[in-house]
């Protein structure tokens, strides 16, 4: 059955090549209608020399197949398939399939297909595919358009247009600044006149849901941007976001500049930050971190910390000091408690620790319950904190028996403190350990004259056991 048909439609081709005989030509040789080119059709080729024609100029290696296909063309290594295609053509290596495809064309390496696609081109290197796709372009070269009119009455260059009437220019104005244009969707661009855009839409608009600059570099969404949403579910804002965000690196303003925060919804709102001449409009004083330029809804934010935000340690806590030091300020009679009896809410109850009023009032750091350590340093702001002057020769040397009725009046050494006032002033171990020093002194002093007072003693002795000798001798 198959041979059967193939054989009819054998006999038919060959019935009508007969009836066209005088008109229409199927030749390849190199003495007649061009070098190793095939002409099929009335009129096809008919500006083809008859007569041998010179191999380095041609026409030569074209195939015209369609109603006056390639008529008064002159090209070589052009394809035409289709009614009327690349008549008046003197362009190369171009394929044009379609009726009229490609007429009065005299650019190089195109190819159209689609009835009347790339009519009246000067241009080079374009693909159009779609009826009217490319119809007007002049001098455009590289550009892709795709689909029904698309492209139609375009003069720019490198454009890539997708769709039925994507960058068609249905005023018939002919447009010569709009390059680097890639158009995607039916009528995407639609009589626009721009250069190196991206519009992404679905139907004739200046404002298409997809807008990029190719020059500036950037990509604007116009209405609501899903990122890991479900794909069935519709963005409740301009960008929402199913997942985390990651910043690598965020530039430092030094301008007006703006920001962004949330509410308590979770909507991220733009919000402006003058950050003009330094950063010092962001300053925190205690917990609240305070912006000097006045937002549109407040102005401050409260940080939870260690200055009037108590807490309870859940773990260990190291704390490296690299080489640097930890300082507390405690100007304006400020203090550092340590110690098991203080209470929360403030006020703290201090009333175990040593009074800081009169005497004590310069004390900075209260412990209750002692401090343990392996060595403990008292430094001395001068020589005069210790109690060297006792070995003076005009240091007033109390005699023993003063120091006896002294000790018998106040119950205490002469220069030390009473037990009452030392629980009323606290013991400064600086100052008790030079004390002490001092009576040590004094108590050496006592010695050695005590020791002058023996040894002068011992003396007188040794004086009177002789006279006692001589006397006894003398009996």
């Known amino acids: 059955m198959n041979a059967t048909r193939l054989l009819l439609s054998g006999i038919a081709l ?58 008064t063309a002159t090209g070589s290594y052009n394809t035409f398939l289709g009614a009327d295609t690349g ?83 249905s005023n018939k104005t002919i447009f010569t600044q709009n390059a680097g244009n890639v158009f995607i969707g039916f009528r995407a661009g639609y009589n626009t006149n721009v250069s190196n855009k991206l519009y992404i839409h679905n139907a004739e608009s200046t ?58 919804s979770g909507n991220v709102k733009k919000q402006l930050l003058n950050m003009t001449g330094a950063p010092s409009n962001l300053v925190l004083t205690g917990d609240v971190l305070t912006l000097s330029n006045p937002l549109t809804a407040g102005n401050s934010v409260k940080l939870p910390n260690i200055y009037n935000t108590n807490g309870t340690l859940t773990g260990e806590r190291v704390v490296a000091m690299n080489n ?9 009679n400020g203090r550092i408690y340590v110690g098991n009896t203080l209470t929360t809410p403030s006020p703290f109850n201090t009333s175990n620790f040593p009074a800081v009023t009169g005497a004590n009032d310069n004390y900075k750091l209260l412990v209750e319950g002692g401090i343990l350590s392996e060595k403990i340093k008292v430094a001395l702001r001068s020589g005069a904190d210790w109690k060297d002057s006792v070995f003076a020769s005009d240091y007033p040397l109390m005699s023993l028996n003063k120091v006896e009725e002294y000790v018998k009046e106040n119950k205490h050494l002469p220069g030390i403190e009473s037990a009452e006032e030392l629980v009323k002033k606290g013991l400064d171990l600086g100052d008790m350990q030079a ?27 040794e004086e009177l056991k002789a006279m006692v000798k001589v006397l006894m001798e003398k009996k």
Not at 221 to 241: S, T, W
Not at 324 to 332: H, K, S
């Open 87 to 169: 008549i008046i053509t003197s362009g190369a290596y171009n394929t044009f399939i379609g009726d009229k495809s490609g007429r009065d064309n005299t650019g190089v390496s195109n190819v159209f297909v689609g009835a009347q696609s790339g009519q009246h081109n000067k241009g080079n290197a374009n693909i159009f595919i779609g009826r009217l796709s490319g119809l007007g372009n002049q001098e455009g070269a590289n550009n892709v358009y795709l689909g029904t009119s698309s492209g139609q009455n375009n003069n720019g260059n490198n454009n890539t247009y997708i769709g039925s009437n994507a960058g068609d220019r």
């Open 324 to 332: 640097n030091r930890l300082i507390f300020d405690t100007e304006a």
């Open 14 to 71: 060959l019935s009508l090549l007969e009836l066209h005989a005088q008109a229409s030509t199927v030749l390849n040789t190199s003495t007649n209608k061009g070098i190793n080119s095939v002409v099929i059709g009335v009129d096809a080729g008919t500006s083809l020399p008859t007569v041998a024609v010179n191999p380095n100029t041609g026409p030569l290696n074209n195939t015209y197949v369609g109603w006056n296909s390639g008529n």
């Open 207 to 264: 404002t298409p849901l997809v807008y990029g600059d190719f020059e500036s570099q950037y990509v604007n969404i116009n209405n609501m941007l899903g990122i890991g949403l479900p794909l069935d579910q519709v963005p409740l804002a301009k960008l929402e976001v199913n997942g985390t965000l990651k910043v690598n690196t965020l530039p430092i303003a030094t301008t007006n500049t703006y920001f962004l925060s949330t509410d308590a």
């Open 435 to 461: 004390k002490q020093m001092g009576k040590i002194e004094e108590l050496t002093l006592y010695v050695i004259e005590q020791n002058k007072t023996l040894e002068k003693q011992n003396k007188e002795i």
